[in-house]
């Protein structure tokens, strides 16, 4: 019995410090402060090193890992709840079970790997030293290849905290600075073991984390003043419109609202602009820019005679401006499988003698509000979560030229809304020669708290990465323009009409970043330090 007591008492111990890391790196995250970001996976990892000591079984270390992802997915993703609510129509109850689910599956990767890297100690009898760095090395290229339709890493709470180490993703991205952040843990947890039996690794770990943390910190200031150099500029007025959730369902099902809303953003852009003239009498901006689906109306070619197309344009030629606008694209000669007519998510570019380009078409739907998976297969679906959209792909990443006044012109890459989670999308931007990319999205499903600090810093995070200025324009916020030199330049107010003027500097002759040219390529070093551990294993009959 008190045998049955002590391992109790011990396995409860051990849990407590997945609570511990749980709580941590979910509260280090944003849009936390990140207190706790250089330290935050130790308490479980230093549990599982103690459990493994007591012959613990996988099983128990697994749910160890587990715990901790489930309870900083609870507090990082609480934001399930309220779209599972305002998106999905969901009771409280369903709503809660969807954030539970969420949880529970969202970052499994976590327990996965560290279970997989107590597996490999024990299968080649690894020191508790490699036992660690392999934990951190598995955990970095899980978090890699595991699919999410959300994915974060810890590298982005350096950009939300503006610690110049950011600067640094235009060489191994966001997903390279969050397996930096792992390895120092993983020494941090080293050196801690070490105190005790050996001062000297001890102090020569802590100093060379500082060293190594001090270069990168002196080299990301470097990096901001090489990426300031711009020859050229390109003005855009951004509008905010925060048109609330019912609102624009109800417009956007063609039942009421629709002049309302394209009246709202007429008049707001009017009554800017009329403000603006009286202070400086020669101000025009190159581009105005709409969020994500900001007209509730097709603006295709063939639907240009109709009075709130026309309304528009009529409108961009008195601007004299460039617009850019989100909104849809309705294809009268096709069908989907459902036999509607075919939709499509847009950015229209309007000139002030019509269409400049063709419309842009969001190419990365979001499963469950733009397409239902298996939903071709099985049309039940559609009809069991009616809320379910079904709008078709765009082709990809394209770059679109604007002629602007003066004889101007300059290239812009499009995104809508999530797109600009996938590096590899504005990768792809980038190497189509665009000078500028630009995000439209409407986070208002989402609301207040977490989520639209998180999709804002994860945006802005893409023009660090391919050193190209971003700007984004949103429906109830955050709308703000980061700079290819890492500089956030004025961010809206969160669901607030608001509207602002940008000077967007960039070089015309802006050469490919590293990240851009390569992508991820630092996966081979996390690859080759895992060989390396198993490679330099002791003798079986060696001690730990």
């Given at each position: 019995?008190?045998?049955?007591?002590?391992?109790?008492?011990?396995?409860?111990?051990?849990?407590?410090?997945?609570?511990?890391?749980?709580?941590?790196?979910?509260?280090?995250?944003?849009?936390?402060?990140?207190?706790?970001?250089?330290?935050?996976?130790?308490?479980?990892?230093f549990a599982l090193i103690k459990a493994e000591g007591e012959n613990t079984t996988l099983k128990t270390q697994f749910m160890m890992a587990w715990m901790a992802q489930f309870i900083f997915t609870l507090i990082g993703f609480n934001w399930i709840y309220y779209t599972a609510s305002e998106f999905g129509h969901l009771n409280p109850v369903l709503s809660g079970l969807a954030l539970v689910l969420f949880a529970t599956f969202?970052?499994?990767?976590?327990?996965?790997?560290?279970?997989?890297?107590?597996?490999?100690?024990?299968?080649?009898?690894?020191?508790?030293?490699q036992h660690i760095f392999l934990m951190a090395l598995?955990?970095?290229?899980?978090?890699?290849?595991?699919?999410?339709?959300?994915?974060?890493?810890?590298?982005?709470?350096?950009?939300?905290?503006?610690w110049p180490v950011f600067q640094?993703?235009?060489?191994?991205?966001?997903?390279?600075?969050?397996?930096?952040?792992?390895?120092?843990?993983?020494?941090?947890?080293?050196?801690?073991?070490?105190?005790?039996?050996?001062?000297?690794?001890?102090?020569?770990?802590?100093?060379?984390?500082?060293?190594?943390?001090?270069v990168l910190h002196l080299t990301g200031l470097s990096k901001e003043s090489l990426w300031s150099k711009t020859d050229r500029s390109v003005s855009f007025s951004i509008t905010q419109g925060n048109i609330g959730n019912e609102e624009k369902m109800i417009s956007e099902l063609g039942r009421g609202f629709q002049p309302a809303i394209v009246g709202k953003y007429i008049s707001q852009t009017n009554d800017y602009f009329s403000q603006k003239i009286a202070q400086e009498p020669q101000f025009n901006p190159d581009i105005i820019l709409w969020p994500e689906t900001a007209l509730p109306i097709p603006m295709?070619?063939?639907?240009?005679?109709?009075?709130?197309?026309?309304?528009?344009?009529?409108?961009?030629?008195?601007?004299?401006?460039?617009?850019?606008?989100?909104?849809?694209?309705?294809?009268?000669?096709?069908?989907?499988?459902?036999?509607?007519?075919?939709?499509?998510?847009?950015?229209?570019?309007?000139?002030?003698?019509?269409?400049?380009?063709?419309?842009?078409?969001k190419s990365q739907l979001l499963a469950f509000g733009e397409y239902m998976p298996l939903g071709e297969t099985f049309p039940i679906l559609y009809k069991?979560?009616?809320?379910?959209?079904?709008?078709?792909?765009?082709?990809?990443?394209?770059?679109?030229?604007?002629?602007?006044?003066?004889?101007?012109?300059?290239?812009?890459?499009?995104?809508i809304c999530y797109e600009s989670l996938d590096p590899q999308f504005s990768r792809e931007l980038s190497k189509k020669g665009t000078d500028i990319i630009f995000n439209v999205t409407n986070d208002s499903w989402f609301g207040d708290w977490a989520e639209p600090y998180q999709h804002m810093t994860m945006t802005l995070a893409r023009a660090v990465e391919v050193r190209r200025p971003l700007v984004r324009a949103t429906n109830t916020g955050f709308t703000s323009v980061i700079l290819a030199n890492g500089q956030?330049?004025?961010?809206?107010?969160?669901?607030?009409?608001?509207?602002?003027?940008?000077?967007?500097?960039?070089?015309?002759?802006?050469?490919?970043?590293?990240?851009?040219?390569?992508?991820?390529?630092?996966?081979?070093?996390?690859?080759?330090?895992?060989?390396?551990?198993?490679?330099?294993?002791?003798?079986?009959?060696?001690?730990?």
């Open positions: 019995m008190a045998n049955n007591l002590s391992h109790f008492k011990r396995k409860y111990h051990f849990f407590s410090l997945s609570v511990v890391t749980g709580i941590f790196v979910g509260t280090s995250y944003i849009p936390f402060p990140a207190w706790a970001l250089f330290f935050c996976y130790i308490p479980l990892w969202m970052n499994i990767y976590v327990p996965i790997a560290l279970t997989s890297a107590t597996w490999l100690k024990r299968k080649y009898r690894l020191t508790t030293t598995l955990l970095s290229l899980s978090e890699r290849i595991w699919p999410g339709i959300f994915q974060w890493n810890l590298g982005y709470t350096l950009l939300w905290m503006k640094w993703a235009d060489t191994v991205g966001f997903l390279g600075l969050s397996s930096f952040i792992f390895l120092i843990q993983a020494t941090l947890l080293t050196a801690f073991l070490q105190y005790k039996t050996n001062k000297k690794i001890f102090t020569s770990l802590l100093a060379g984390i500082f060293v190594t943390f001090l295709d070619p063939h639907f240009s005679q109709k009075s709130m197309q026309s309304q528009i344009q009529a409108q961009v030629k008195l601007w004299n401006s460039v617009l850019i606008t989100g909104a849809y694209s309705n294809d009268q000669t096709k069908r989907d499988h459902l036999g509607s007519i075919i939709t499509r998510n847009s950015v229209f570019f309007i000139g002030p003698d019509g269409p400049q380009q063709p419309a842009y078409y069991l979560l009616p809320f379910v959209g079904t709008f078709e792909r765009g082709p990809g990443p394209v770059a679109k030229k604007l002629f602007l006044a003066k004889q101007r012109s300059v290239t812009v890459g499009p995104q956030e330049l004025e961010r809206s107010r969160m669901n607030q009409t608001w509207m602002s003027t940008y000077d967007v500097t960039y070089n015309s002759k802006a050469p490919q970043s590293a990240y851009t040219r390569w992508g991820h390529w630092d996966w081979l070093l996390l690859v080759f330090g895992i060989f390396f551990i198993m490679l330099n294993r002791p003798l079986k009959t060696g001690k730990k």
